[in-house]
Protein backbone atom coordinates (compact mmCIF):
# COMPACT_ATOMS: atom_id res chain seq x y z
CA UNK A 1 0.00 0.00 0.00
CA UNK A 2 1.36 3.50 -0.29
CA UNK A 3 2.21 4.75 2.98
CA UNK A 4 0.85 7.95 4.78
CA UNK A 5 2.99 11.21 3.69
CA UNK A 6 2.23 14.55 4.96
CA UNK A 7 0.45 15.56 2.13
CA UNK A 8 -1.88 12.92 2.20
CA UNK A 9 -2.82 12.84 6.11
CA UNK A 10 -6.07 14.02 7.31
CA UNK A 11 -3.70 14.67 10.41
CA UNK A 12 -0.52 15.80 10.25
CA UNK A 13 1.62 17.46 13.13
CA UNK A 14 5.63 18.75 12.96
CA UNK A 15 7.82 19.46 16.06
CA UNK A 16 4.64 19.54 18.76
CA UNK A 17 6.13 20.52 21.45
CA UNK A 18 3.83 21.47 24.99
CA UNK A 19 5.18 23.61 28.07
CA UNK A 20 3.20 24.41 31.40
CA UNK A 21 3.99 26.34 34.23
CA UNK A 22 4.11 25.56 37.70
CA UNK A 23 4.96 27.90 39.88
CA UNK A 24 8.74 28.67 38.99
CA UNK A 25 8.95 25.68 36.98
CA UNK A 26 8.40 25.06 33.26
CA UNK A 27 7.20 21.50 32.44
CA UNK A 28 7.67 20.23 29.15
CA UNK A 29 4.98 18.12 28.49
CA UNK A 30 5.41 16.96 24.78
CA UNK A 31 8.47 16.67 23.51
CA UNK A 32 8.46 17.39 18.96
CA UNK A 33 5.77 14.95 18.30
CA UNK A 34 5.48 14.17 14.52
CA UNK A 35 2.43 12.53 13.42
CA UNK A 36 0.76 11.38 10.44
CA UNK A 37 -2.99 10.05 10.45
CA UNK A 38 -5.29 9.04 7.42
CA UNK A 39 -8.65 9.21 7.11
CA UNK A 40 -10.90 6.42 7.18
CA UNK A 41 -9.46 4.87 9.90
CA UNK A 42 -9.91 4.41 13.51
CA UNK A 43 -6.85 5.42 15.31
CA UNK A 44 -6.56 4.70 18.91
CA UNK A 45 -4.30 7.23 20.99
CA UNK A 46 -3.30 5.45 24.33
CA UNK A 47 -0.58 5.58 27.06
CA UNK A 48 -0.20 6.12 31.41
CA UNK A 49 -1.62 8.60 32.94
CA UNK A 50 0.98 11.86 32.50
CA UNK A 51 2.08 10.65 29.04
CA UNK A 52 0.87 13.55 27.31
CA UNK A 53 -2.01 11.71 24.79
CA UNK A 54 -5.06 14.11 26.34
CA UNK A 55 -2.50 17.00 25.54
CA UNK A 56 -1.55 15.93 22.22
CA UNK A 57 -5.45 15.25 20.82
CA UNK A 58 -5.99 18.69 22.11
CA UNK A 59 -3.73 19.93 20.34
CA UNK A 60 -4.28 18.17 17.23
CA UNK A 61 -8.02 19.13 17.50
CA UNK A 62 -7.49 22.94 18.14
CA UNK A 63 -8.28 23.63 21.83
CA UNK A 64 -4.77 23.87 22.84
CA UNK A 65 -2.41 25.62 21.56
CA UNK A 66 1.32 23.90 20.97
CA UNK A 67 4.19 26.06 22.20
CA UNK A 68 6.15 25.12 19.26
CA UNK A 69 5.51 23.36 15.70
CA UNK A 70 2.43 22.74 14.01
CA UNK A 71 -0.66 20.87 12.82
CA UNK A 72 -2.41 20.50 9.72
CA UNK A 73 -6.04 19.23 9.38
CA UNK A 74 -7.58 18.33 6.29
CA UNK A 75 -4.79 20.62 4.69
CA UNK A 76 -5.35 23.56 7.13
CA UNK A 77 -2.47 24.85 9.39
CA UNK A 78 -4.61 25.53 12.13
CA UNK A 79 -2.38 27.54 14.40
CA UNK A 80 -2.37 30.29 11.75
CA UNK A 81 -6.07 30.75 12.42
CA UNK A 82 -6.91 33.83 14.47
CA UNK A 83 -8.78 32.56 17.37
CA UNK A 84 -12.38 33.32 15.82
CA UNK A 85 -11.03 31.36 12.77
CA UNK A 86 -9.89 28.16 14.94
CA UNK A 87 -12.99 28.52 16.74
CA UNK A 88 -15.11 28.62 12.97
CA UNK A 89 -12.95 25.81 11.77
CA UNK A 90 -13.84 23.53 14.93
CA UNK A 91 -17.48 24.31 14.61
CA UNK A 92 -17.22 23.27 11.19
CA UNK A 93 -14.80 20.46 10.62
CA UNK A 94 -14.02 18.90 14.12
CA UNK A 95 -16.74 16.36 16.07
CA UNK A 96 -16.07 15.68 20.09
CA UNK A 97 -17.32 12.74 22.03
CA UNK A 98 -17.08 13.50 25.86
CA UNK A 99 -16.28 10.88 28.72
CA UNK A 100 -19.12 12.28 30.42
CA UNK A 101 -21.55 13.17 27.24
CA UNK A 102 -22.05 17.00 28.53
CA UNK A 103 -25.51 16.73 27.48
CA UNK A 104 -27.62 20.22 28.12
CA UNK A 105 -29.60 19.11 30.94
CA UNK A 106 -32.75 21.92 30.20
CA UNK A 107 -33.33 20.77 26.53
CA UNK A 108 -34.18 17.51 24.75
CA UNK A 109 -32.28 14.77 23.17
CA UNK A 110 -32.69 15.58 19.61
CA UNK A 111 -32.02 19.62 20.59
CA UNK A 112 -29.03 18.21 22.34
CA UNK A 113 -28.17 16.32 18.82
CA UNK A 114 -29.08 19.78 17.09
CA UNK A 115 -26.88 21.86 18.69
CA UNK A 116 -23.73 22.07 16.33
CA UNK A 117 -25.79 22.79 13.29
CA UNK A 118 -27.68 25.32 15.37
CA UNK A 119 -24.63 26.98 16.57
CA UNK A 120 -23.34 27.16 13.00
CA UNK A 121 -26.76 29.21 11.99
CA UNK A 122 -29.18 26.62 10.82
CA UNK A 123 -32.70 27.23 11.93
CA UNK A 124 -33.91 25.11 14.73
CA UNK A 125 -36.36 23.08 13.17
CA UNK A 126 -34.34 22.37 9.63
CA UNK A 127 -31.42 21.36 12.56
CA UNK A 128 -33.60 19.22 14.75
CA UNK A 129 -34.60 17.50 11.48
CA UNK A 130 -31.04 16.80 10.85
CA UNK A 131 -30.55 15.11 14.52
CA UNK A 132 -33.28 13.16 14.47
CA UNK A 133 -32.17 11.57 11.27
CA UNK A 134 -28.97 11.04 13.25
CA UNK A 135 -30.44 9.88 16.07
CA UNK A 136 -32.65 7.15 13.71
CA UNK A 137 -29.36 5.99 12.37
CA UNK A 138 -28.11 5.18 16.22
CA UNK A 139 -31.18 3.29 16.90
CA UNK A 140 -32.62 5.96 19.40
CA UNK A 141 -35.12 8.15 17.85
CA UNK A 142 -37.92 7.37 19.80
CA UNK A 143 -36.47 9.06 22.82
CA UNK A 144 -35.91 11.98 20.84
CA UNK A 145 -38.39 14.25 23.50
CA UNK A 146 -36.64 13.17 26.42
CA UNK A 147 -34.51 14.93 28.66
CA UNK A 148 -31.05 13.51 29.33
CA UNK A 149 -32.42 13.06 32.91
CA UNK A 150 -35.05 10.85 31.51
CA UNK A 151 -32.21 8.50 29.63
CA UNK A 152 -30.04 5.45 30.62
CA UNK A 153 -26.67 6.27 30.28
CA UNK A 154 -26.37 4.12 26.95
CA UNK A 155 -29.44 6.64 25.57
CA UNK A 156 -27.27 9.72 26.37
CA UNK A 157 -24.01 8.20 24.72
CA UNK A 158 -25.86 7.87 21.87
CA UNK A 159 -27.03 11.22 21.89
CA UNK A 160 -23.53 12.48 22.27
CA UNK A 161 -22.53 10.55 19.18
CA UNK A 162 -25.36 12.13 17.13
CA UNK A 163 -24.22 15.61 18.16
CA UNK A 164 -20.54 14.67 17.34
CA UNK A 165 -21.42 13.19 13.71
CA UNK A 166 -24.66 15.18 12.70
CA UNK A 167 -22.68 18.15 11.58
CA UNK A 168 -20.78 15.99 9.38
CA UNK A 169 -17.29 16.67 11.00
CA UNK A 170 -13.96 15.88 8.95
CA UNK A 171 -12.42 14.82 12.28
CA UNK A 172 -13.82 12.71 15.51
CA UNK A 173 -12.22 12.59 18.34
CA UNK A 174 -13.61 10.49 21.39
CA UNK A 175 -12.00 10.92 25.27
CA UNK A 176 -12.28 7.92 26.99
CA UNK A 177 -15.99 6.11 25.35
CA UNK A 178 -15.75 3.00 27.35
CA UNK A 179 -14.19 4.12 30.54
CA UNK A 180 -17.02 3.81 32.10
CA UNK A 181 -18.35 0.35 30.33
CA UNK A 182 -18.27 -2.62 30.97
CA UNK A 183 -16.51 -5.26 28.22
CA UNK A 184 -19.81 -5.69 26.37
CA UNK A 185 -21.66 -2.12 26.27
CA UNK A 186 -18.26 -1.07 25.28
CA UNK A 187 -17.12 -2.87 22.09
CA UNK A 188 -20.56 -2.12 21.29
CA UNK A 189 -20.32 1.78 21.43
CA UNK A 190 -16.97 0.79 19.58
CA UNK A 191 -18.54 -1.26 17.15
CA UNK A 192 -20.96 1.63 16.43
CA UNK A 193 -18.53 4.13 15.94
CA UNK A 194 -16.88 2.04 13.28
CA UNK A 195 -20.42 1.52 11.89
CA UNK A 196 -21.22 5.43 12.04
CA UNK A 197 -17.72 7.53 12.01
CA UNK A 198 -15.23 5.63 9.86
CA UNK A 199 -15.58 6.77 5.90
CA UNK A 200 -12.64 7.66 3.88
CA UNK A 201 -12.60 11.54 4.21
CA UNK A 202 -13.01 11.37 7.88
CA UNK A 203 -10.72 10.79 10.41
CA UNK A 204 -11.78 9.01 13.93
CA UNK A 205 -9.14 9.52 16.77
CA UNK A 206 -9.48 7.75 20.19
CA UNK A 207 -8.32 8.57 23.84
CA UNK A 208 -8.08 5.51 25.38
CA UNK A 209 -6.13 2.70 27.94
CA UNK A 210 -9.32 0.08 27.54
CA UNK A 211 -6.80 -3.01 26.04
CA UNK A 212 -10.25 -4.92 26.00
CA UNK A 213 -11.76 -2.93 22.51
CA UNK A 214 -7.92 -2.42 21.25
CA UNK A 215 -8.77 -5.18 18.19
CA UNK A 216 -11.64 -2.62 16.49
CA UNK A 217 -8.64 -0.11 16.32
CA UNK A 218 -7.06 0.03 12.60
CA UNK A 219 -3.93 1.71 14.23
CA UNK A 220 -2.32 2.31 17.80
CA UNK A 221 -0.35 5.22 18.95
CA UNK A 222 1.28 5.10 22.10
CA UNK A 223 3.09 7.33 23.97
CA UNK A 224 5.48 7.84 26.86
CA UNK A 225 6.62 10.49 28.75
CA UNK A 226 5.73 13.14 25.96
CA UNK A 227 6.69 11.25 23.10
CA UNK A 228 5.67 8.70 20.48
CA UNK A 229 7.14 5.16 21.33
CA UNK A 230 5.18 3.16 18.69
CA UNK A 231 3.26 4.63 15.43
CA UNK A 232 1.93 1.37 15.17
CA UNK A 233 0.54 0.38 11.54
CA UNK A 234 -0.84 1.67 8.80
CA UNK A 235 -3.85 -0.59 7.75
CA UNK A 236 -5.51 -1.05 4.26
CA UNK A 237 -8.65 -2.95 2.86
CA UNK A 238 -6.51 -5.31 1.44
CA UNK A 239 -4.15 -6.42 4.06
Known sequence: MTPVTRQSAAISARGVTRAFRS????????????????????????????????TLVS????????????????????????DRELTDFRLRNIGFIFQQYNLLSSIDAASN????????????????????AMLEKLNIA????????????????????????????????????TAALDATSGRRVMNLLREVAIQRDRACIIVTHDNRVFDLADRIVELEDGRIIDQGRQLSETD
Open 142 to 177: DQAEKLPSQLSGGQQQRVAIARALVHAPKLIVCDEP
Open 23 to 54: GSQVVDVLHGVDLDIRAGELTYLIGESGSGKT
Open 59 to 82: ILCGILWPTAGDVRVFGTDIYTLS
Open 113 to 132: AAVPLIAQGMRVVEARDQAL
